[in-house]
């Protein structure tokens, strides 16, 4: 297994200037994730811990959504910037602004979920006792629609086919 590994990253090594593109496009995607989770995740403790303050309002949650989208936006594009401009030359790799992107991209979601475990007293081991309020609440939602009606009675219609 390990040989195939090592093959696939002699190809890609080798290839760099044609994968350096992909590479960087999946490293803002698998940024955009994390960090959309991280905000998601800040938005909640903030909406816990500061109930009164006019950004965890429910009036100002687009705001709050747009402006921590353009932060998402801004740093998952600046981590895979890095990526791309450490990727510039494959007889420099590795270099040791590629391995502390990397290691900063992995670490910094780990650290925010310990960090949301010890504020928020939950743990993986508790089976997640009560969630936090949701930020979005059912009553900004519209009703649900009405029943369908019936359609005949269960001996008259048969798949479509009359009895």
Same mark, same amino acid.
């Given at each position: 297994?390990?040989?195939?590994?090592?093959?696939? $990253?002699? =190809?890609?090594?080798?290839? +760099?200037?044609?994968?350096?593109?992909?590479?960087?496009?999946?490293? *803002?995607?698998? &940024?955009?994730?994390?960090?959309?989770?991280?905000?998601?995740?800040?938005?909640?403790?903030?909406?816990?811990?500061?109930?009164?303050?006019?950004?965890?309002?429910?009036?100002?949650?687009?705001?709050?959504?747009?402006?921590?989208?353009?932060?998402?936006?801004?740093?998952?594009?600046?981590? $895979?910037? =890095?990526?791309?401009?450490? +990727?510039?030359?494959?007889?420099?790799?590795?270099?040791?602004?590629? *391995?502390?992107? &990397?290691?900063?991209?992995?670490?910094?979601?780990?650290?925010?979920?310990?960090?949301?475990?010890?504020?928020?007293?939950?743990?993986?081991?508790?089976?997640?006792?009560?969630?936090?309020?949701?930020?979005?609440?059912?009553?900004?939602?519209?009703?649900?629609?009405?029943?369908?009606?019936?359609?005949?009675?269960?001996?008259?219609?048969?798949?479509?086919?009359?009895?």
């Amino acid at each position: 297994m390990a040989l195939i590994v090592v093959n696939i $990253a002699v =190809f890609i090594v080798k290839h +760099l200037a044609a994968f350096r593109w992909s590479i960087a496009i999946l490293a *803002f995607v698998s &940024g955009m994730m994390l960090n959309s989770w991280i905000g998601l995740k800040i938005y909640r403790l903030f909406q816990k811990r500061y109930r009164e303050h006019a950004l965890a309002s429910d009036v100002n949650q687009d705001v709050v959504l747009i402006g921590g989208m353009a932060v998402v936006i801004g740093v998952s594009f600046i981590t $895979a910037l =890095f990526c791309y401009l450490g +990727l510039s030359n494959e007889a420099s790799l590795p270099n040791a602004m590629t *391995f502390l992107t &990397g290691i900063f991209a992995i670490a910094v979601p780990f650290a925010f979920q310990f960090v949301f475990e010890r504020v928020l007293g939950r743990s993986p081991k508790q089976g997640g006792a009560e969630l936090p309020a949701n930020p979005f609440p059912s009553a900004l939602l519209p009703p649900a629609p009405p029943p369908p009606a019936p359609m005949g009675q269960p001996s008259q219609r048969w798949f479509g086919r009359q009895r």
